[in-house]
């Protein structure tokens, strides 16, 4: 027996994207367990329309409204499960806040999700993105999560191997994974932590804080207020944080690129390619603080397009493209949106 769905027509979705972008849904469903999505999987009514699986709308653009069905993963619960292998495994439900969730074990003074501190967003949304930040990702902490197939009606637990996690990436974002919406996530949290202090802007702010030996809540702390800093608070300035992939090209092209412009800021990578700064090569392109329209570029962080009032997401989308065309005019180097477009 399915339960009954309290299905919502012609909703609007400007309050459930952190870049406040109007648009409306043609059928929206809260969802907080695996029963309601085979029930929709086996109405007729809705098992042909397009879906939409809907976290804290911190990555993803409206450019128009959705013909389909949204479903907006609300279910709550956290709980710790044990230890296993030197590592402390806690699982949390796909709804929950991002956010809360860190501090949550930062309150029990567990470490390891620090450095993804005031991330917005959702935990079932982290590992779709791989979301990162600081020297860590979500792989680095990744154990498991528990997935419903929209195509089979199957519930399947997928393991870091099987998410095949690459920068900002991972199964989710493509055809072999797209029928797959995530339940709960659980990570293994390490029992004997060390702080990770391999980004430089991290470990400097941990030095003039006069932090000889952090805790992982200490560690979030210095977080926050890196970001509160640097990028704008969503429920103030719509945005979705950092809106371009930090582009990576050869070792080759890094090199003629340094030749030309010394400044260059570059991170060398295990293969031997290098890790631009997208926000820097937008910044050299005069873009910080300018404007198209109802859309800009923030003033203290070139990486972050904000909605100045009443931007659509047409206007975004002008300001993304000019800004890819200065920098590959500049540069000959492609940056890449993070947010899907809806």
Not at 54 to 78: A, E
Request: include cysteine.
């Amino acid at each position: 027996m399915h339960p009954r769905l309290p299905i919502l027509d012609d909703y609007p979705l400007a309050s459930l994207n952190t870049f406040r972008i109007p648009a409306r849904a043609r059928h929206y469903l809260r969802v907080s367990n695996a029963a309601e999505l085979d029930a929709v999987r086996g109405n007729p009514a809705l098992s042909g329309l397009p879906r939409l699986v809907l976290g804290g709308g911190s990555n993803m653009l409206f450019t128009r409204d959705f013909d389909g069905i949204v479903l907006h993963m609300t279910g709550l619960g956290k709980e710790v499960l044990g230890e296993q292998d030197g590592k402390l495994l806690v699982r949390a439900q796909a709804g929950e806040n991002w956010h809360a969730f860190v501090q949550w074990t930062l309150a029990q003074g567990f470490g390891g999700l620090e450095n993804l501190s005031l991330i917005p967003g959702t935990v079932g949304a982290a590992p779709i993105q791989n979301v990162g930040a600081y020297g860590t990702e979500t792989r680095d902490t990744f154990h498991s999560l528990t997935a419903y197939d929209l195509a089979s009606g199957e519930t399947r637990t997928l393991d870091a191997a099987a998410c095949r996690f690459g920068y900002r990436d991972s199964i989710f974002k493509h055809a072999q994974g797209s029928t797959l919406v995530v339940l709960d996530v659980t990570f293994a949290l390490p029992l004997d932590w060390t702080p990770n202090l391999r980004y430089a802007e991290l470990a400097n702010a941990v030095e003039a804080a006069g932090l000889t030996s952090p805790t992982p809540r200490e560690i979030g702390q210095t977080v926050e207020a890196i970001r509160r800093r640097k990028l704008p608070d969503p429920a103030e300035i719509g945005n979705a944080g950092s809106f371009f992939k930090n582009p990576v090209v050869s070792g080759e092209q890094c090199a003629q690129l340094l030749a030309q412009y010394p400044a260059l800021v570059h991170h060398a990578q295990p293969d031997g390619s290098e890790k631009l700064a997208a926000g820097w090569l937008i910044d050299q392109c005069g873009w910080k603080g300018k404007a198209l329209g109802a859309a800009g570029v923030y003033p203290k962080q070139a990486l972050v397009l904000v909605n100045l009032g009443d931007a659509t997401g047409q206007d975004v989308v002008r300001l993304a493209r000019a800004i890819q065309a200065d920098v590959a005019a500049r540069y000959g180097v492609a940056l890449e949106p993070e947010p899907v477009f809806i």
